[in-house]
């Protein structure tokens, strides 16, 4: 039996059907009232249908059954929704129309692909190659471009956009004519075949001399410049050149920025430099200064993508062939600033992955002996946009900066070889102690202009960077010892007092970075800096300050990773951290999911960022290496050191304990 269609309910309320009947009985249909007549209802109900406006061809399923009139709205015609059967609202395709539908699409795609042919085809033959591309860059429209070269246009799909934006790339890459075979550099043209856009590489590189060179000083940027302005190849070259572009994409922020707009994602673009840079270097001037530079940039570069297993064997390149005979017209202060910029950046990488440094042993016995320090000392500004030259200069303190830096290198050189490469000797209190007071020696005798980090001097970023890499070597010294059960609880407590200290300071001066220039463009070590600092809060500070450190270190990972461009190694930075927190169990911010965002990690991605499965320190391996008796020493050790600081402070006292706590006379933090 044929289901019946249900009938739908009065919208009147309150009243019955038969006492709404009796009601209009009685009642003049011509009159007005609450009540209504058996005439209007008649007339109601022998009322015709009110069509819809608007009728499609194509009714809904409703309505065919119905036989009714249907208006074609979406997601649910007018009839249905009045109904409350929207729900069921559906749209068949008559089949004789989705075939005359599929007909046109395969008909439109036939013409677009014949269009994009032909603009393909134009790059590489027939002779209007050269005019496509210089259409392309004055921005022309590929209308305006089809019809001169006699194509038909079509609208393109992003896919389609994006591939011919890469066949220009090919095309001036492969049609860019011969190269120096001493520089790469190609005859007539620019350093690089990638674009030619001089306006973008020449922002690039201002960038890069903006946020990376003030603290990982690769090579002199006075003796760089003139070369590359000149199209010398001395200290220049196009592999050099392409390395630099490509960091600079990592830094680069499209957002207000129309003087240098990229033809493409700054990550592709980065990748094109990078091919670019690979492909000129061969085996047979690995020795070249030059490249050894670039090894060392590439080095930065895959390290900010989170390719760190690739990045480390750049720069072993980069410092096993410092030891090759160099160019004889080399500047001895060129060749200088090289060699200790390449040492520290090999040194740095090397203390926050925990293996011993492929240099090993230092340049030359004194930092910058041959460098004439207020010769290369470029003014700062702080340079994001093409705009930005407008903004006023100030002194850059670049060169003192990466001298102390090449200094606290050669310390936490000492650290590293300490920890993991003791060669049998075990650690005693006097190793640890002596290793510390280097450090606070280092830091006192820092020079005016780097030494003031407080809010009111707005420090320069390389030299907040300065300060930070600083306690986060301090962290690093001290946590192994806070797992070594062969302390006393109140050396123990002391040593944790310090480490917490340093670790905060070193926080609070990350704070002024974000706070100062964001943590967009903080180099990528810095990223591991502050998982150091941030890793000892959450492990050993009370609430609220290690959910305040995850929190604070989840946001400044985000910051830089920027999908934008950015440093992808963050990512992976972001996870292993997560991890570390849900191991203290100490709760996750509430915000998790939007910090971390949908990218999902692994543990090969966090090995290919760490070079090994997390960022945290193998304490384990540390303390095999240390003395059983260290704690019998500490504290006499730890006094001499205060006596030989601060004699007249502490003659007076006796108690090893209060020794111990003097902590803030040694090492004193950001104002």
């Given at each position: ?171 001036e890459m492969d049609s860019a004519g011969e190269r120096d075979s001493g520089t790469g550099l190609i005859h007539g043209r620019d350093w690089t075949a990638v674009t030619s856009n001089e306006s973008l590489v020449d922002h690039l590189v201002a960038l890069y001399f903006t946020w990376v060179h003030p603290i990982h000083m690769i090579f002199s ?223 006192e005798a820092l020079p005016e202009e780097l030494a003031d980090v407080s809010v009111k001097a707005q420090a320069l970023p390389h030299v907040l960077s300065l300060h930070i890499h600083y306690y986060a070597a301090l962290v690093i010294l001290f946590r192994p010892l806070l797992s070594l059960g062969l302390m006393s609880e109140r050396t123990r ?89 849900v191991q203290c169990k100490v709760p996750l911010p509430y915000n998790i999911s939007e910090l971390m965002g949908d990218a999902k990690y692994g543990s090969d991605d966090i090995l290919d960022a760490c070079t090994r499965h997390t960022y945290a320190q193998p304490v384990d391996q540390v303390i095999q290496n240390v003395c059983p008796s260290i ?41």
């Open positions: 039996m044929a289901a019946y269609r249900s009938i739908r309910p009065s919208k009147q309320s309150g009243e019955s059907a038969s006492g709404s009947a009796s009601q209009s009985a009685g009642s003049d249909p011509n009159t007005g009232g609450s009540g209504e007549s058996s005439g209007a209802a008649g007339a109601a109900g022998g009322k015709k249908r009110k069509a819809p406006k608007s009728v499609t061809q194509n009714a809904c399923t409703n309505c065919k059954k119905a036989r009714a009139k249907c208006d074609g709205q979406r997601p649910a015609c007018s009839r249905c929704s009045s109904r409350d059967q929207g729900e069921s609202c559906v749209y068949e395709l008559h089949v004789k129309t989705a075939k005359e539908q599929m007909v046109r699409e395969i008909r439109d795609l036939k013409e677009k692909n014949t269009w994009i042919e032909q603009i393909l085809a134009a790059l590489v033959s027939n002779g209007h190659g050269t005019e496509v591309a210089s259409r392309l860059r004055r921005g022309e429209s590929y209308r305006t471009i089809a019809h001169a070269i006699g194509a038909e246009a079509a609208d393109l799909s992003p896919t389609s956009e994006l591939r011919l934006s890469e066949a220009l790339m090919d095309y940027e006075n003796h760089f410049m003139a070369s590359y302005g000149t199209k010398a190849n001395l200290y220049c070259s196009a592999a050099l050149v392409n390395a630099i572009c490509a960091m600079g994409c990592h830094v680069y922020d499209p957002e207000g920025d129309e003087g240098t707009e990229l033809e493409m994602d700054p990550k592709i673009l980065g990748e094109r430099f990078m091919d670019e840079a690979r492909s000129l270097i061969r085996p047979e001037i690995h020795h070249r200064m030059s490249t050894i530079q670039t090894f060392a940039i590439m080095f930065m570069v895959d390290l900010a993508s989170g390719k760190g297993s690739r990045a480390s064997t750049y720069i072993r390149l980069a410092a096993e062939n410092l030891n090759t005979r160099m160019e004889a017209q080399y500047s001895t202060e060129a060749l200088e600033i090289s060699k200790w910029g390449i040492y520290a950046l090999n040194v740095g990488w090397s203390g926050v992955t925990y293996q011993v440094p492929s240099i090993s042993r230092m340049p030359s016995k004194q930092v910058f002996s041959n460098v004439r320090m207020d010769m290369h000392d470029p003014l700062w500004r702080f340079y994001r946009r093409t705009g930005d030259f407008s903004i006023p200069e100030r002194a850059s303190s670049a060169m003192q900066s990466a001298a102390e830096y090449a200094k606290l290198s050669i310390l936490i050189h000492d650290t590293v070889n300490t920890f993991y490469d003791s060669q049998g000797h075990k650690l005693t209190a006097k190793d640890i102690l002596q290793q510390y007071q280097n450090y606070i020696t280092w830091k407590r002391h040593i944790l007092e310090i480490a917490l200290e340093n670790a905060q300071y070193g926080v609070d001066i990350l704070k002024m970075y974000r706070e100062f220039y964001t943590c967009r463009y903080q180099p990528a070590l810095q990223n591991f800096s502050l998982l150091h600092l941030c890793d000892l809060l959450v492990r050993y500070a009370p609430a609220p300050t290690n959910t305040q450190a995850i929190q604070f270190c989840l946001e400044v990972l985000k910051e830089a990773a920027d999908d934008r461009g950015g440093f992808a190694v963050c990512g992976p930075l972001q996870e292993t951290f997560r991890q570390t927190a704690d019998e020493n500490f504290s006499e050790e730890w006094r001499k050191l205060i006596e030989n600081r601060h004699p007249q402070q502490t003659r007076a006292s006796t108690d090893t304990g209060r020794y111990m706590q003097i902590n803030s006379l040694l090492n004193e933090g950001p104002n």
